[in-house]
């Protein structure tokens, strides 16, 4: 009975199909292809549309203008299925059925002529899409007007063609024309004019104007989401394009979020044999390769190939798969895959595209790179050569494509030894990169930035791997990589640091207003940080996306921001000419070695400038695991490590001897041969060297480095231009003091602590405590010799007459150290413990059962750094926090978020203040990072565990120099010194001056 009942009820629907009439199987057409919640159902589209042409003929003939508008969407549902050959009779024999019976200055012929235009272009048949876009913006605009939607269509689809050709300008005029008729006649929701942004969106896209894309696709995607819901194959879409902008930016989290969401979203509402599904496959797929995770991209990608394969046949969709299985195999050097790949891909696109086309193009490269990785140098460069200029022409000089194009034919030089054509490659290809991070960097957050030089670290390890194999490098090719690095290095701490101040600077009150409410809101997100994971709200991801809105928001709306990018065009001649006539400037580098493939090699070296020489020098050092063995031998902890490297002089341990001079070999002596006439270096460090004391460093048995040279260590040599003259007499202006903090109290006085902010000074008792500042066990030990520091440190002021204020005991308070936000002194001294914690373990975070402090298992290395102040113990020992309390731990994220522009030093008379993760070229991140980023000038940290008594004589000697009219610089040397004659370095020599 079942099965009876079931036939019949088909006999039905196909009764009913049978008899709809032609405006009934019309409006079922366009429903099918317009409604965005059921998606674009082009195979019941198509089979519509046939039966609409003959209901048409049958109800109207052949010689109507319905019969035409059938035709015209049946020729639509051809294209689709890119059948271009059945498809463009239909056109035509639609169009002349409108012009016999219509004219040509009727709307209906005018979209029929619009109709050919986005057939040409489906077709990329670009110079024939062109005129016949021009031909219906003419008609449109003399039979509709101006003020029409038709008219603004037009505009937008000429818009769209000119953002394929590379001809931005022309496109965005024809965008901008677009919007302002949209915006007289059509809503902010309504489907034409949330096109129109996309469109705009996407010309700065591929304009890779990034900056001016991701807000316009912002509020398109919002504006598609009231208009449409989030359950409809428009949001989807919307979703999917910004994270294509998302990949393109190398914000590859982002993507994968929104690509993931999206795909959610065509599972509910199509078939998983629908092209569109394939297509989010397929970028979900390419996600998964960049994560390095082969086997899910291999199946994804297949998936996709297969639905392409079934619904469009070997069409766009299907090459787009074979190319990324190509580049996947590519990865995975099974070149032979890969090729095979390639060469089917570049035969169907011949026949999809032609040979003028920018994806006939890719496949070039992509075969080229096959032959250049497997050392078929002569199969490889007429392929580069063939695609260049096709992608120069059709994306333009500063795409990403043709930035990939000119160094891979670099890269091919460089292995085939033929420098005087890949010198002009590598040129070309760093200022590309230069211009376009000028162009995008601004406006990215702090997160982003990192994510943006960490995927061009490539391209600067590929030049510098060029100098470095050659015996004589040419001058160009140096000149270029100092140059790049000069822009470069600590160029996300630099910028960000310079936006915030310009921002705190800036009278206008709703960008403060904005300041405040990131401020405010990131202060929420670390008391959540402070707490177990189990106990923090269950948005918090959530309140980290509106967060980074928010940085982004502000970025944008500095009018001062786009001035601080003087500071990352400075060039090598900007620094040689601010150089001392005997100083030199070394700005050492690391970078993964290229030869012919990547290998495991990390190379150091230094490029040298001086005064008198435009060109720098380049001076290859060594391995790094070179480097990493001398330290390992050395050693387990910070204490044996300085007593093998720095106490050699003092010592009859032998071996520490032996390991001091072969630090100072590897590491410096190569360099003295560049600059034997020189008195003061001005340097700036690179990866592991970053943990060494350079100024402590053997020369031999009776000399170290800063007896021979007056050093200054910066976090890039650019700041030798940015440096402020001191005075010539300086006289410190006022000082506040942290010492001598209560780090166990309890949760009452903890409690009473929040109402004890404006504490006066309390008596101290000179009593010293030989414990280093370090933590013993799961708590804090109190530092009694803080007092005494803090105490003859104020009294060396007062007596100068020199205003000064000190916190100590309960005082000392981060709650106090954040109330100077705003409003900082000259000088802040704190002297307590600090903390730098190595990255946990992905399996020590999982098993955590809230039995240890949050602050050993953050991801953050801003939360694993900081300084212990009153209180501390508390939350340290793993107990959870007191709402509404600070909790004593002043980690450098927070640090980082307050407004010490005021403060020309700060001095972290601590344990390992200087130490945190060394990131690419960003440097340390940790404290000094915190501090710097806070608008600090000059700071004096600390690369491992500091006695008590000891740093307070170098601090108050220092501060004794300052006193006397010697600068901020010479005073901290002086004080070394004098310090040198009656201790080991290991006493002293912890400490550094970093601008």
């Known amino acids: 009975m079942k099965i009876i009942v079931l036939l019949c009820s088909l006999l039905l629907l196909s009764f009913f199909v049978s ?25 019941t589209a198509f089979k519509i549309a046939e039966k609409s042409v003959e209901a048409a003929k049958k109800e109207f003939g052949e010689s109507d203008s319905n019969y035409a508008t059938s035709l015209s969407n049946l020729a639509f549902a051809y294209s689709f299925y890119n059948n271009f050959e059945k498809s463009k009779p239909l056109y035509i024999q639609a169009q002349e059925i409108r012009k016999r019976i219509l004219g040509e200055m009727h709307p209906d012929y005018a979209s029929g002529i619009q109709s050919m235009g986005d057939f040409y272009y489906r077709k990329d048949e670009k110079e024939k899409a062109e005129a016949f876009f021009i031909q219906a913006i003419n008609l449109r605009k003399k039979i509709l007007g101006e003020n029409h939607p038709d008219y603004a269509e037009s505009l937008t689809s000429l818009g769209q063609l000119y953002t394929d050709m590379s001809l931005y300008t022309k496109g965005n005029t024809l965008f901008i024309e677009a919007r302002e008729i949209n915006k007289k006649i059509l809503t902010e929701s309504d489907p034409g004019y949330v096109e129109n942004l996309n469109s705009l969106a996407l010309l700065y896209t591929k304009s890779v104007q990034y900056e001016k894309a991701e807000p316009i696709y912002i509020i398109a995607k919002d504006a598609t989401r009231k208009l449409f819901g989030e359950a409809g194959t428009r949001y989807a879409k919307s979703l999917s394009t910004l994270s294509e902008l998302y990949g393109a930016m190398f914000q590859f989290d982002k993507q994968e979020k929104m690509l993931v969401q999206a795909i959610d979203i065509y599972k509910q509402v199509h078939s998983e044999t629908h092209p569109n599904y394939a297509g989010m496959l397929y970028n979900l797929a390419g996600i998964y390769s960049r994560k390095k995770e082969y086997e899910k991209a291999e199946l994804l990608f297949v998936k996709a190939m297969e639905i392409f394969k079934a619904a469009q046949g070997k069409s766009t969709g299907y090459t787009a798969c074979l190319n990324g299985l190509g580049i996947l195999f590519m990865v995975k ?15 169907l696109k011949i026949k999809l595209f032609g040979k003028q086309n920018s994806e006939y193009a890719i496949s070039l490269n992509n075969l080229a790179e096959v032959y250049t990785a497997t050392g078929q140098y002569q199969k490889a460069e007429p392929l580069y050569f063939e695609a ?62 990192g994510n943006y030089l960490d995927i061009n670290a490539s391209l600067i390890s590929l030049s510098n791997s060029f100098a470095y194999k050659l015996k004589k490098v040419p001058a160009a090719i140096l000149m270029n990589n100092l140059n790049q690095q000069l822009v470069f290095k600590s160029l996300s701490l630099s910028d960000t640091k310079n936006i915030l101040l310009s921002i705190q600077q800036n009278p206008d009150t709703l960008l403060n207003q904005l300041l405040k409410k990131w401020q405010a809101d990131k202060s929420i997100l670390t008391e959540q940080y402070s707490l177990p994971v189990t106990s923090r709200r269950t948005d918090i991801h959530e309140m980290e996306i509106n967060i980074e809105g928010l940085e982004k928001e502000l970025n944008r709306k500095s009018a001062e921001f786009r001035n601080q990018q003087k500071s990352i065009r400075i060039s090598l001649q900007d620094v040689r000419k601010n150089l001392e006539p005997n100083e030199v400037a070394i700005e050492f580098v690391n970078f993964k070695f290229y030869n012919k493939k990547w290998t495991n090699s990390t190379i150091y070296a230094a490029y040298i400038l001086n005064k008198n020489d435009s060109v720098p020098v380049f001076v290859p050092l060594f391995e790094e695991k070179q480097l990493q063995q001398l330290l390992d031998s050395a050693g387990n902890t910070a204490t044996s490590m300085v007593s093998s490297f720095y106490r050699g002089l003092e010592t009859k341990n032998k071996s520490a001897v032996t390991l001091g001079k072969e630090l100072y070999k590897l590491v410096w002596q190569p360099l003295e041969a560049y600059f034997k006439w020189v008195k003061k270096i001005s340097f700036s460090l690179a990866g592991k060297l970053h943990s060494i004391a350079f100024h402590a460093l053997q020369i031999d048995s009776t000399m170290i480095l800063m007896d021979k040279y007056y050093l200054q260590q910066y976090t890039s040599t650019r700041q030798v231009v940015l440096r402020e003259n001191e005075k010539k007499n300086p006289q410190p202006q006022s000082v506040i003091l942290f010492g001598d903090p209560s780090f166990t109290m309890d949760s009452l006085q903890l409690v009473k602590q929040k109402e004890y902010r404006a504490v006066k000074e309390k008596s101290f008792t000179p009593i010293y405590d030989s414990k280093k500042r370090s933590r013993d066990n799961n708590s804090w030990n109190n530092l009694s010799g803080t007092a005494e520091e803090v105490s003859k440190i104020k009294q060396l002021f007062d007596q100068n007459n020199i205003s000064t204020k000190s916190y100590t005991q309960s005082a000392a308070s981060e709650e106090n150290l954040k109330a100077l936000s705003g409003n900082s002194p000259q000088i802040l001294h704190i002297a307590t413990h600090g903390f730098f914690l190595p990255e946990p373990d ?23 750094s900081g300084l212990i102040l009153s209180g501390g113990n508390y939350a340290w020992s793993g107990k959870t926090p007191i709402e509404g309390v600070e909790d004593g731990i002043a980690t450098a994220y927070e640090i980082a978020q307050l407004n010490l522009s005021n403060t020309e030093l700060v001095v972290l008379s601590a344990c390992e203040t200087a130490l945190g993760d060394v990131k690419g070229s960003e440097g340390v991140f940790g404290l000094q990072r915190a501090f710097k980023m806070a608008g600090v000038k000059k700071m004096i940290v600390s690369l491992w565990q500091v006695p008590d008594k000891e740093t307070a004589e170098l601090m108050t000697t220092f501060y004794g120099y300052w006193m006397k009219g010697k600068s901020i610089n010479e005073s901290f040397t002086q004080a070394q010194a004098d310090m040198r004659k009656k201790y080991s370095p290991f006493y002293w020599a912890a400490f550094v001056l970093v601008e």
């Open 19 to 43: 008899a709809q009439t032609w405006k009934e199987l019309n409006t079922e057409f366009k429903r099918l292809t317009n409604n965005s919640n059921l998606g674009i159902e082009y195979e």
């Open 333 to 347: 050097e099974d070149y032979k895959k890969a090729e095979s790949y390639f060469l089917e891909s570049r035969e």
């Open 388 to 449: 260049i200029p096709i992608i120069k022409k059709n994306r333009g000089e500063n795409s990403p494509s043709y930035t990939a194009l000119i160094s891979n034919l670099a890269v091919l030089y460089s292995n085939t030894n033929q420098v005087a054509k890949a010198v002009p490659l590598f040129i070309e290809q760093s200022n590309t990169l230069i211009k376009n991070l000028l162009k995008n960097f601004t406006v990215l957050s702090e997160r982003e930035k």
């Open 842 to 864: 992905k399996k020590r975070k999982e098993n955590n059962f809230n039995n240890e402090n949050t602050y050993t298992l953050a991801d953050d290395p801003l939360l694993r």
